[in-house]
């Protein structure tokens, strides 16, 4: 996943006809350490989107703005718009990431 470092990047990315995941996370979260054990085999199946990350603490007013409130988060933009979020609660185990993706599809 390519790092998103600043909003007009982040803006840029999100505004695509292809579909984007962007993961919020920090450096200093043990179940975002924990998603990147097991996530880059579920981007290889997904090859249907382009996955950002997005350091939370370094670009906090964007979190804010789409309600990222737990970490690690996925939010899929399409067109400029948040068309799904997966909240960290629901985000601990590659299950749920998959069945996410499956029901928005």
Same mark, same amino acid.
């Given at each position: 996943?390519?790092?998103?470092?600043? $909003?007009?990047? !982040?803006?840029? &990315?999100?505004? #695509?006809?292809?579909?984007?995941?962007?993961?919020?996370?920090?450096?200093?979260? @043990?179940?975002? +350490? +924990?998603?990147?054990? !097991?996530?880059?085999?579920?981007? %290889?199946? =997904?090859?249907?989107?382009?996955? /950002?990350?997005?350091? #939370?603490?370094? &670009? @906090?007013?964007?979190?804010?703005? /789409?309600?990222?409130?737990?970490?690690?988060?996925? &939010?899929? !933009? %399409?067109?400029? $718009?948040?068309?799904?979020?997966? =909240?960290?609660?629901?985000? %601990?185990?590659?299950?749920?990431?998959?069945?996410? &993706?499956?029901?928005? $599809?």
């Amino acid at each position: 996943m390519k790092l998103i470092e600043d $909003k007009t990047t !982040f803006e840029q &990315l999100i505004a #695509k006809e292809k579909p984007v995941i962007v993961k919020f996370f920090t450096t200093w979260c @043990p179940d975002c +350490r +924990r998603m990147d054990m !097991f996530i880059d085999d579920i981007i %290889k199946e =997904h090859d249907e989107y382009d996955w /950002y990350e997005l350091n #939370k603490d370094e &670009l @906090p007013d964007i979190s804010d703005q /789409y309600d990222v409130m737990g970490i690690p988060s996925l &939010l899929i !933009f %399409k067109n400029g $718009k948040k068309i799904a979020h997966l =909240h960290s609660a629901n985000a %601990k185990s590659p299950e749920q990431v998959q069945d996410f &993706l499956q029901n928005n $599809k």
